[in-house]
Structures are given as C-alpha cells and as structure tokens.
C-alpha cells in the first residue's frame, strides 16, 4: 500500500505562495553562537521546493545547527530564515507555529514516546496539532508503518523494537504529519551497522518517490551520493562548496572537501 504523504490541502486555502525564483528555504546571513564559539557564521544558502539538499563537514561544522534552527529549538544571533516567503525568525511565536508545522525532523535518537505503542507513537501528534479524528489518524499511521515494513508492529511497545525498526517508527512519525520539508540529523548514527541499510532504503523511497524537499546532514557518503541534487560542503560554519553530488565527489575544486572526502570514503 501506498501511503499519501503529501501535505494536506483544506477547502478554501490558498496555494502556497512560493518566492520568484523558486526558493522554498532561505538563510540570509545567519550566524549562531554558543558562548564564544560561533558555529555558524554569516551563513547565507537555500533550497529549492523538492530538492534533496545534503550537508557534510566535520563534526562541529555547522550542520545539524542548521536543522536545529529550522525546528525552531535555538534561535539565531543574527541574520533571518524564510520559509516559502514567510518568516520562521524574526516572527512572534503564534506565526512560528504556524510556518513550523510544514517541517519534520527525524533526529540521531529515535525519540519515541515509551509508554505509547508504535501506532499511538505515529498519531498522536496529528489528532493534537492538526486536529486529524484518531480514525483518519490511524488509517494513515497504519499506511506508513506499511510503507516502513513495520506493518505488523503497531500495537509494539518501542521497547520490543530493534533500533533500526524504532528509527523507522519515527521516520513514520516525521511523515504522519505531511511536512513539506524533512530534516534528517545523521538518523543511522545511533545504529548497530547490520540495521543500516535498511532505514536508508526507506529514505531513498521517500527521496524518489515523493516531492517533500529534504535537508539531510549524514556521513553515509554512497547514500548522499544517490539521494541528493545539492551538495553542500560544511567547515567553521559556512559553506566553502556546493554542487551537485557527481562534482562534489569526484571532482571537489576545495582542497579542505578533498582532505575530507578522503577521510570518510
């Protein structure tokens, strides 16, 4: 079964209004600090509505900043984030709500709720914020855990589940909520090896088969190599290459990306 995992269109809502030129992500001079360590710094990037945007670097780049900020969990020192025109910062906190309802994120730890079976892990989110009936909330949860290979699963506590299978409940849960934009934080990181390949292949489905655009920070290499139409090189917080993967990958022009690529290939 194929499970509708586009965003949801109410009678009377109007299209969504997209930039000139196409933007659906913006970072406009962004920077982050923590103390005295700026981990981004006058950061300026976008994306485009269902291209798959993947962020490398050394740990401590930048990278999973940036996701942090679009789920809106840190703010920034400086600069502005625009979301299909609209402000997520500065925005007062009613409309920040609104505009980060159109984001999901499936983190490095699966975040699952223990005290609530699988199904319940995935619905409960769409009956409380968008006010889904628990019925259409578990017939669509019920889709995607068919989509995951965890059909069978939905009465599992998380606890009976093996890492890679909780990892899948909460890529799930991510798409329960029909985002437009997918976060993905080093989501294999916190696996056992042999349960990789299989979270990644859900993704890549997810990546060919739907429009959601996806920002993905990750050190699976071969997988960035398959899934993204951008690649953007991370270090000291600001982005010292793109391109698209066949050029990052084979033929970097930095030789900071070289040394790197040479160390995690």
Request: hydrophobic share 40%.
């Amino acid at each position: 079964m194929s499970a509708d995992i586009t965003p949801p269109k109410t009678a009377g809502e109007p299209a969504a209004k997209h930039l000139p030129d196409g933007e659906l992500i913006r970072f406009d001079r962004v920077t982050k600090r923590f103390g005295k360590n700026t981990v981004l710094d006058n950061l300026c990037f976008s994306a485009r509505p269902g291209k798959h945007v993947t962020l490398i670097g050394p740990s401590g780049s930048g990278k999973t900043t940036i996701l942090r900020l679009l789920m809106t969990l840190v703010t920034p020192d400086e600069g502005t984030i625009t979301i299909d025109g609209e402000n997520l910062y500065p925005a007062d906190r009613r409309h920040v709500r609104e505009v980060r309802k159109n984001i999901g994120m499936v983190f490095q730890q699966f975040n699952l709720f223990p005290n609530m079976n699988v199904l319940r892990n995935i619905t409960e989110a769409p009956v409380r914020v968008l006010g889904l009936s628990r019925d259409e909330a578990e017939e669509r949860g019920r889709e995607l855990l068919d989509m995951v290979g965890l059909g069978d699963r939905c009465a599992a506590k998380p606890t009976q589940l093996s890492g890679g299978q909780q990892q899948r409940v909460a890529i799930a849960r991510a798409l329960a909520m029909r985002p437009r934009i997918l976060l993905l934080d080093e989501v294999t990181s916190a696996l056992d090896p042999e349960l990789v390949a299989g979270v990644l292949d859900v993704l890549r489905d997810i990546a060919h088969t739907t429009d959601i655009t996806m920002l993905c920070v990750t050190h699976e290499m071969n997988f960035a190599r398959d899934i993204s139409d951008d690649v953007l090189m991370f270090d000291s917080g600001k982005v010292i290459e793109s391109g698209p993967p066949e050029k990052i990958f084979t033929d970097p022009e930095q030789e900071r990306t070289r040394e790197f690529l040479s160390a995690v290939l």
